[in-house]
């Protein structure tokens, strides 16, 4: 449960940073996605979770 709060937190801090550090481009990156059909940010989306759930089993073993 303590790592579901940490990757919560590190998610958080991330997007965070995005926002902070680069707004417009966040903004632009917004735009570009309302943009997209559903097909493809599902398809996108996908692939995160992929990358991500590979991440953590490469880094958890």
Do not use: C, F, Y
């Amino acid at each position: 449960m303590i790592d579901l709060a940490v990757a919560l937190g590190l998610v958080l801090v991330l997007e965070g940073l995005l926002w902070a550090l680069a707004p417009d481009l966040a903004r632009r990156m917004l735009e570009s996605m309302a943009a997209m059909q559903d097909r493809q940010l599902a398809t996108a989306g996908w692939i995160a979770v992929s990358a991500g759930a590979l991440i953590v089993w490469l880094t958890r073993g």
